[in-house]
Structure formats: structure tokens, C-alpha cells
């Protein structure tokens, strides 16, 4: 056999083929200046096409379900911050607070509101379900401190509180409560829904505690939420009609007990059965400025800031009846733009609560949309003059930090929903891998 010698280079010592070391610990070789820069440069572009890749894959890993509802949610509450701005700049002066008090406060809690959304979506639903009856019970003793020296009524109603300087309205934290202790109860008795007993104990007996709070203080409009909540986490969990016609039964006799029994909401109803109200200087004085605003914004309304509705013709223009002001500033246009929003918003949760991976998650989302865009259109309603006053305020866009608070917490559930359907997909994907491969070997063999 003939063996070729092939030429070594200059300082070739033989041994190991190896480059040669700079010292006994195995150190690189050293590099000209230019080498160096040129490796670092390389070391840059390959984390930075790491850092996108792991980005890229967060990114896709959220569903477009997600960012609809967020993208809308934002959306609204920026247009909420305007139109605060505009209708209350007067209220605000004249309470000494200068034309951008109430703005500052608004903004200030949509400060705190939007970065907790975030917050509240990425907490594991299983945490919502092991601290749901705390929840509640800390919502129930909130509402219970409105009858004591810390509760303040406001326009006949009892239901604020005031520790020193902070004051907040213990209902909305009823509402979140509700919609956590209700998904989770429902989802513990998922099995055994098709009984009665199952199905509305403890429903029905702890949902009538914390709606009667609320209702001691006068507060029918936050009641009929409340109500609606309830009605949604029995309908999406599933309950039987049957079982869902007893609490109809009895929040339908309650509802038309207090309006008889309270002359001031019997004369406001009746006003709003009036063909042709009259009382000018009475109950039609906010319906009928609420629709004379709509009308004189036209189509494409007079301007933002140039309301004259908001120049105290217009009792709470900056929070029930926000809606007038956005129909008078920006007109037939911007009111449908805003209906479109809620519309897409409702869209949105559709979508999540259909992908939810079991009866907590529809649960939580579905009492959610019926309370964001039930309270939407009630709100909407009563400006437009279909329901009579009842004093709930536009979500995400009325004037009101607790209220705000806790229609962005509300959507953070929602979007937390959305986050664990991903996850559970991400985590079933090896599986279905598997058994993809699986089928295929199978069918080659």
C-alpha cells in the first residue's frame, strides 16, 4: 500500500491535531482586535434572533380572540378619557376642582386599572376557584360597611363608602366576586347540575344575601346587574330551565314590589309610560336633555368640548349620561362607532368563552358579557329613552375609578380565559404529536 505524505504547516509539532492552546487552563487563542469585534457582533445577532424567536413564539401563542377583546377594551377606555375630559370640565369647576379634576381622577385609576388587567390575566385560574368564597365574603362584608358611620347616599341611594379620603362603591367588588364564587360553584357541581337542589343551593341562597345588600341601599339598577350575572352563570354552566325559572319567579315579583312600593321610582316609570311628558322642571328634566343633546349632534356632532348639554342642562353628563355628550359632540357617527366597539367586544368573548376549556372558564366569561354589554346597552337605553332612569353607569367609559376598577378586572378574567385556553392547547399539542405519528406508523405498517 502506498501512503501519501501530505505537507504539514510551518510550527506543526505533531500529537494532537488540535489548534494549540494559550495556557495549561485551556483558555480560546487570542484574537486580533478585529476577530474579536467580528464574534461579538455574531454573538449579538444570535441572541437577538434567539430573543425573537422565544418573543415570536409568545406572540403567536395568544389567540386573535385575545387581542380583539384587549384592542377593543383599550380602545374604549381612551375614548372614555376624552369624553370625561369634555363633560366634566364644567361640573369640575364649579366644584372648585378646576376644569381637569374629575379627568385626573379618571386617569389616575385607568393608571391602576389597565396595568392590573394585565395582572389578573396572567394569574391561573386555579386560583380564582380555591379563593372564590373568600372573595365573596370579603365583597359582603365591603357592602355590609355602607350601613354603618362610613357609608354615604348620594342622589337617594346608599351605597358608597369613605375611609379618609378614599371612596369607592362596594357593589363592583360584589360583581367581581359574583362572577368568580359562581363559576367556581357551578364548575365544583358540573355533574350534578340536572337536579334543582344541586343546581340553585348555595346558589340561590348566597346570590340573594349579596343582592339584597345591595339592594338595602337603594341601588335597584346595580341590583338588576347583579341579577342578570346570576341568570348567566346558571344559563352558560347549563342548568336546566326548569331550575332557572324559580329565581326568575322571585327576582321578577321582587322588581315589581320595590317599584310599587317606592313612589319616587313609580314616578319616574310612569313619566317614562307618558307618551308626552311634561314635568319639564321633574323626572323628564335628564330624558329629555339626554335626547335633545342626541339630536343636536346631528351626524357628525358639534365637536369635542362643544357640548352645550354639559353646561348643567344635563345632570351626570360625565357619567350616566355620557352617552349623550358622545351622540351631541361627535354625532350619529361617532355613537355607531362606539355601539361597534361593544358590539366587536361581545364578539370577542363569544369567541373566548367558546374555546374555554371547561365550565368555569364559560362561566366567568359569559357572566362577564352579560354584565359589560348588558350594562352597556342598559346604560345606552336609558339615554335613548327605551328604559326608564335606572342609574348604572356606560362601562369603560362613564366617569368613576371603582367602577372602571372593575370592569377592567372583569376583562382581565376574561383574558386570563383566553391565556389558558392557549396553554392547554400548547400542552396537548405534544400529545396530539404523538398520536398523529402514531397513526401514520400504524397505517404504513
Known amino acids: 500500500m502506498t501512503h501519501t505524505t501530505v505537507p504539514r504547516p510551518a510550527g506543526f509539532d505533531g500529537g494532537d491535531e488540535r489548534p494549540p492552546r494559550s495556557d495549561a487552563a485551556g483558555a480560546a487563542p487570542a484574537r486580533s482586535p478585529a476577530q474579536a469585534q467580528e464574534h461579538a457582533e455574531s454573538a449579538v445577532r444570535q441572541a437577538g434572533h434567539r430573543a425573537r424567536i422565544v418573543l415570536g413564539r409568545g406572540i403567536a401563542a395568544l389567540s386573535g380572540s385575545y387581542y380583539l377583546v ?20 364644567i361640573f369640575s369647576f364649579l366644584d372648585d376642582q378646576g376644569f381637569f379634576g374629575g379627568f385626573w381622577k379618571q386617569v389616575t385609576f385607568a393608571a391602576l386599572g389597565i396595568p392590573l388587567m394585565l395582572i389578573v390575566s396572567r394569574v391561573p385560574l386555579l386560583f380564582w376557584r380555591r379563593w372564590a368564597w373568600i372573595f365573596l365574603a370579603a365583597a359582603i362584608v365591603l357592602q355590609l360597611l355602607v350601613f354603618t358611620p362610613l357609608g354615604i347616599e348620594d342622589g337617594g341611594n346608599r351605597n358608597w363608602i369613605a375611609i379618609g379620603s378614599i371612596n369607592g362603591q362596594p357593589s363592583e367588588a360584589v360583581k367581581l366576586a359574583l362572577v368568580v364564587w359562581l363559576a367556581a360553584v357551578l364548575y365544583a357541581k358540573r355533574s350534578r347540575l340536572n337536579s334543582i337542589k344541586h343546581a340553585l343551593i348555595p346558589v340561590l341562597p348566597a346570590s340573594a344575601v349579596a343582592l339584597g345588600l345591595v339592594l338595602l341601599g337603594h341601588d335597584l339598577g346595580t341590583t338588576l346587574i347583579l341579577f342578570a350575572i346570576v341568570m348567566a352563570a346558571l344559563f352558560f354552566a347549563g342548568v336546566p330551565f326548569r331550575a332557572m325559572l324559580i329565581p326568575l319567579a322571585v327576582g321578577g315579583l321582587a322588581v315589581a314590589v320595590l317599584a310599587i312600593s317606592s313612589p319616587n321610582r313609580m314616578e319616574r316609570i310612569m313619566s317614562f309610560l307618558a307618551p308626552d311628558c311634561t314635568d319639564y322642571l321633574g323626572t323628564c328634566w335628564q330624558p329629555l336633555n339626554g335626547l335633545w343633546a342626541l339630536a343636536n349632534g346631528g351626524v357628525f356632532g358639534v365637536g369635542i368640548g362643544n357640548s352645550t348639554s354639559k353646561w348643567s342642562w344635563l345632570p351626570a353628563a360625565e357619567n350616566d349620561y355620557i352617552f349623550a355628550v358622545i351622540g351631541e359632540e361627535l354625532g350619529l357617527v361617532g355613537a355607531v362607532v362606539i ?13 373566548v368563552m367558546r374555546q374555554a376549556r371547561d365550565v368555569f372558564g364559560q362561566v366567568v366569561v359569559g357572566t362577564v358579557l352579560v354584565w359589560i354589554i348588558g350594562q352597556a346597552l342598559v346604560n345606552i337605553g336609558v339615554v335613548v329613552g327605551v328604559f326608564p332612569v335606572l342609574g348604572v353607569p356606560l362601562p369603560l367609559m362613564s366617569s368613576g375609578g371603582t367602577a372602571l376598577l372593575s370592569s377592567l378586572v372583569g376583562i382581565g378574567l376574561v383574558l386570563g380565559v383566553a391565556r389558558d385556553t392557549q396553554r392547554g392547547d400548547s400542552a396537548s399539542a405534544p400529545v396530539r404529536r404523538r398520536e398523529r405519528r402514531g397513526a401514520r406508523a400504524t397505517l404504513s405498517g
Open 70 to 89: 384587549l384592542g377593543v377594551t383599550l380602545f374604549l377606555v381612551a375614548i372614555g378619557l376624552v369624553m370625561v375630559l369634555s363633560s366634566s370640565s
Open 339 to 351: 355601539l361597534s366597539m361593544y358590539v366587536l367586544l361581545a364578539i370577542g368573548m363569544v369567541r
